[in-house]
């Protein structure tokens, strides 16, 4: 069975471009939410999207943005980005909004120079 | 405000010497900890729920364990292949959704 995948796997983008990441979830998994980990430390929550829908939300700037699609794919987008952007970037997906058990892809590493 | 936290940050252990992580919280909302696995640029990788003080989980040499306020995961005489860095979570129900906030991890080495 499929896991959880992410693409691109590494990418190396300039100080003010857009940066645009991709998940796709497990199979029958309705539910997709992105952290962001700085090397060392753990990993923080961005967003929660259920059913296309915004469920939850971390506290970070309005320049990350996400969606989900009716194939409950998502998105994360990055406007703007800084030097402190740069981490690895995890999907996680779930079988419904409130399922306790989350599984992570494999992320997308972000280098921002 | 909701606060997880794991001891120690690093551990350097002999093959087959035991030993144990903490992870701490004072969280509202808990609805579950989490404990994760994660290898050197991947993914966190999915150990065990825990929901409930008193609960025990086990799966080969790890066990883990929760009370009211913290939460140990035994690493039972380890091997090399178990360094990794171990991460807890505690799964929090708020009214803007789910979320799980992650404690800083503890980065475990075990030499042969």
């Known amino acids: 069975d499929a896991g959880v995948t992410q693409s691109p796997t590494h990418l190396i983008k300039t100080r003010g471009q857009h940066v645009t990441l991709r998940c796709s979830p497990i199979s029958g998994h309705k539910s997709v939410s992105w952290y962001q980990q700085v090397l060392g430390q753990g990993p923080q929550f961005i967003f929660q999207?259920?059913?296309?829908?915004?469920?939850g939300r971390g506290n970070f700037p309005d320049r990350f943005s996400a969606r989900q699609f009716p194939n409950y794919s998502s998105e994360l987008n990055v406007n703007a980005l800084l030097l402190g952007d740069s981490a690895l970037y995890l999907c996680a997906s779930s079988l419904e909004q409130f399922s306790y058990e989350q599984y992570f892809g494999p992320g997308t590493r972000l280098t921002v120079t | 405000e909701d606060q997880v936290t794991q001891s120690p940050e690093a551990l350097r252990l002999q093959e087959g010497e035991s030993s144990s992580l903490n992870c701490s919280y004072t969280v509202s909302g808990l609805r579950g900890l989490f404990w994760y696995r994660q290898d050197p640029g991947k993914g966190p990788e999915f150990l065990f729920t825990?929901?409930?003080a008193g609960e025990e989980k086990e799966k080969e040499r790890l066990k883990a364990t929760l009370t009211k306020k913290e939460s140990f995961l035994h690493i039972t005489a380890p091997k090399p292949e178990d360094s990794a860095t171990y991460l807890c979570a505690v799964l929090l129900i708020k009214a803007a959704g789910n979320k799980l906030t992650f404690g800083g991890g503890t980065r475990v080495l075990v030499k042969p």
């Open positions: 825990l929901y409930s």
């Open positions: 999207y259920y059913e296309k829908e915004e469920r």
